[in-house]
T-cell receptor
Framework: EAGVTQSPTHLIKTRGQQATLRCSPISGHTSVYWYQQALGLGLQFLLW???????NRGNFPPRFSGRQFPNYSSELNVNALELEDSALYLC?????????????FGPGTRLTVT | KNEVEQSPQNLTAQEGEFITINCSYS?????LHWLQQHPGGGIVSLFM???GKKKHGRLIATINIQEKHSSLHITASHPRDSAVYIC???????????FGTGTRLTIIP
């Protein structure tokens, strides 16, 4: 069974540009979560999508947005990039609706803003 | 005060030693994850538990919901166990994961 996949592996952008990160969940999983791991800050929750809808959002500005497609894959968009957006962005998926739904993590996209 | 406290922050041990990493949290939770992150960033979910104890090979995780405390134990530690271990309680209701700062474990051959 294929795991959670993310693309691209690395992304280099300049300040002010937009970045798009992609995530494909494990087959059968309907929930996708996005996390940011900035240097020295640890993992922080960004967004949670389930069945195409945004279910929850972390303490991030509106320039962090995303969507979930009918096939449950997801995109994270970061507009007006700032230097402090440089981080590892992790996606996880789970099978929402079961009693205890474990999250499975992808390998991450490392975003560097110069 | 952080919602999730892990201890120790850094741990160096000899191969074969018994390892314990502790996690205390302050919010009501539905479950708690223990995650392993190797250099390079990839994260693996080791356990998700909501009560009692779980065991996978040399790894054991326990949780005490009343005391808001969880522990991760590694028996017969090995250099390949060297990684950062992160505790992540799942908030009851909104299912949001809150992450500890991690414990950097180094096992010396």
């Amino acid at each position: 069974e294929a795991g959670v996949t993310q693309s691209p592996t690395h992304l280099i952008k300049t300040r002010g540009q937009q970045a798009t990160l992609r995530c494909s969940p494990i087959s059968g999983h309907t929930s996708v979560y996005w996390y940011q791991q900035a240097l020295g800050l640890g993992l922080q929750f960004l967004l949670w999508y389930d069945e195409g809808e945004e279910r929850n959002r972390g303490n991030f500005p509106p320039r962090f947005s995303g969507r979930q497609f009918p096939n449950y894959s997801s995109e994270l968009n970061v507009n007006a990039l700032e230097l402090e957006d440089s981080a590892l962005y992790l996606c996880a998926s789970s099978s929402y609706g079961t009693a205890l739904y474990e999250q499975y993590f992808g390998p991450g996209t490392r975003l560097t803003v110069t | 005060k952080n919602e999730v406290e892990q201890s120790p922050q850094n741990l160096t041990a000899q191969e074969g030693e018994f390892i314990t990493i502790n996690c205390s949290y302050s919010v009501g939770i539905s479950a708690l994850h223990w995650l392993q992150q190797h250099p390079g960033g990839g994260i693996v979910s080791l356990f998700m538990l909501s009560s009692g104890k779980k065991k996978h090979g040399r790894l054991i995780a326990t949780i005490n919901i009343q005391e808001k405390h969880s522990s991760l134990h590694i028996t017969a530690s090995h250099p390949r166990d060297s990684a950062v271990y992160i505790c992540a309680p799942r908030n009851f209701g909104n299912e949001k994961l809150t992450f500890g700062t991690g414990t950097r474990l180094t096992i010396i051959p």
